[in-house]
Every structure is written in C-alpha cells, then in structure tokens.
C-alpha cells in the first residue's frame, strides 16, 4: 500500500491527474482510492477554515482518512492544495507518504480559473466578492523542498502528465515490493 499526497494550487492538476490515473491503475489490477480536499471539506472537515491551523488539521484529517483505507487499497491519493511542508513531512513520518508537486504557472492558473477564485483574489478589497486568503495569490504556498515527482502541467496537455504519473506509480510500487 503507497500514499501519495499531490499537492499544489488550485487548479494546477491535482483532482485531474488522480482521477485520471485511476482506471489505467486499475487495468493492471490495482486497487485505488481518491481522497479530494475538494470533496472532504463538505463532509469530515465541513467545521474548518483555510487559516494555517485550519489547513493543517485538514491535511492531518485526510492522512488519517487514508491510512484507514490501507486495508482496501493499493494505491491512496490524497489531493489537496496542501501548502504546508511541516504537514506534509508529518505525514511522510507518519504513513511515508509521498510528494507530488504539480506545479503550475500563476498566469496559466489565472486562464483557467475553473472556479472564479482567481478572479475574486484579485478584486479590490472592498469588492464584497474579495477573496482574501487564495493560496499562491494572497495566502502562502511553501515549495516542497524534496518532492518525489514534480508534475508541470502549465505547458503539456492533462494526458500527458497523466502518463508521467502513472510511470512514476508503476517505478513506485515496483521499488516497494521489491
Ligand atoms: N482561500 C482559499 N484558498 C484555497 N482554496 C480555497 C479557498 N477558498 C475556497 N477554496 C476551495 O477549497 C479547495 C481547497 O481545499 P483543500 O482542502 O485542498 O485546501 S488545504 O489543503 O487545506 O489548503 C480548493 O479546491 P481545489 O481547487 O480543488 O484545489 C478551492 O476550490
Ligand atoms: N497538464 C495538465 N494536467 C492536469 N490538468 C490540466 C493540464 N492541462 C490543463 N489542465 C486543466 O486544468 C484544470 C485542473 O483542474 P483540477 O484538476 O480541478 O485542479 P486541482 O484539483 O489542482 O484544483 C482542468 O480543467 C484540466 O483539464
């Protein structure tokens, strides 16, 4: 069983890329579970903010969500924006998860801005839309200092960097059970 923790800002690939994994994974007959900040933050951490320690405790949550999945699973992702190297290494200690930066370019997130975020971070502070703490823009993203993969999907397509995470998965899981 590997954990993986994808992480990056908003829009830089992380749902894409697990979602798009899952079913090549599971042609080889693997086992795969996907645990988004996204989908999480409207259940088990509906009671948290996007302060530090609020992002913290989130990551912490989503660790021990999938180290409970480990039964049932060869493969547990967690996507979240997760900013903070201090959890991330915790969870590294912890479960040894791995890291995989997707990176992105601020200009291409602010182009694709699925969600409107980019657009309301960059409103005049009295706009009453104003976003104050979007991480990368006005809110801090630490840098993963060592990553095992770092995935930039500012200038390839999603299929692309689909495969190059997939080949990373298979190394990944060939080097464990050897
Ligand atoms: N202020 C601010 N900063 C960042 N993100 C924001 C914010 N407000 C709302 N959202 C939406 O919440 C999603 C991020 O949740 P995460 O659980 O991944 O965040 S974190 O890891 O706790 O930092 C994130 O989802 P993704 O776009 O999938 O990354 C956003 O849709
Ligand atoms: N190389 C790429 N890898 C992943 N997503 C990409 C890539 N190029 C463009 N995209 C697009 O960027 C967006 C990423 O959104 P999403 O996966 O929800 O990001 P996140 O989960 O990090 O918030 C999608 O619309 C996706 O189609």
Known sequence: ?????????????????????????????????????????????????????????????????AWSFKNRAD??????????EAIRNELKEKYGTKTIWVKCEIPVLLKRDTKGLYKRALLHDEHPDKLFNLTGVNDTYEVPASPDLVIDTSGEPASQSVLTFYEFLLRSRASYLS
Request: hydrophobic residues 45%; contains cysteine; glycine residues 10%.
């Open 75 to 84: 493969i547990i992702m967690i996507a979240a924006i997760n900013p903070f």
């Open 1 to 65: 069983m590997m954990i993986i923790q994808l992480t990056g800002l908003s829009g830089a690939g992380k749902s894409t890329l697990a979602v798009g994994v899952k079913p090549l994974l599971e042609k080889q007959s693997l086992k795969v579970e996907i645990i988004d900040g996204d989908v999480y933050r409207k259940t088990l951490c509906k009671d948290l903010g996007f302060s530090k320690e609020d992002r913290m405790e989130n990551i912490r949550r989503l660790g021990e969500v």
